[in-house]
Every structure is written in C-alpha cells, then in structure tokens.
C-alpha cells in the first residue's frame, strides 16, 4: 500500500516515546508541536531516540489554531540541544530541520 517498507505509522505519548534510545534517523512533526503540552519534555523525548546526527524537521502553518511561530519552536529546539540547520517557508507556513548533536 505505501511505497515505504521501513515507515510505519504508530500512536504514542509524545511525553515518554516507546523506543529505544538513538534508534531512528529521521522525525517529522507537521503542525504537532502546538498540541504537544510539555514541548520541553517531548523534544527531549525526541532527542533520545534520534541517532547522533540525526534530524527532526518541524512544520507549522496557518490556519491552524495550535500555530507556533518560529521563535517559538527554534527555542525550544535549542532547549533540547538540537541545532537549527535549515529554514524553510514564510510566516504562514514553515519549516525548521534541526540536527542532533
């Protein structure tokens, strides 16, 4: 059905993610951040189970009601030691990647 063999889609708590440390490459968050209540907790999260190197892109976009602009997400980002590389978009829709040290 998908054209990935190594994507699958799960439901989890974004507070305590049930994966194993450093065991993915990539995460993407599209328009998730805002509806997250412990950004802080669920970026650290995120960072535990990037491998080293590893990347999370982040999109938010207008008009959804959780919209965060994008200091609100480079910061906290940053809280969680990863690293801004790349941005993408305008006010109404963007994109930061981050990478994991």
Known sequence: ?????????MVG???ALPFSDQSFDHAFLVAV????????KA???LYRVLRPGGILSITE???DPDYSLKGTTIAPGR???FEPYEEYGNFFIYT???KRG
């Open 1 to 9: 059905m998908y054209p990935f063999e190594n994507v699958e889609f």
């Open 79 to 81: 809280r969680a030691r």
């Open 96 to 98: 930061v990647n981050f």
């Open 43 to 45: 970026l650290d999260e």
């Open 13 to 15: 708590d974004a507070h």
């Open 33 to 40: 951040l805002g509806e997250v209540t412990d950004r802080d």
């Open 61 to 63: 976009m207008l008009p």
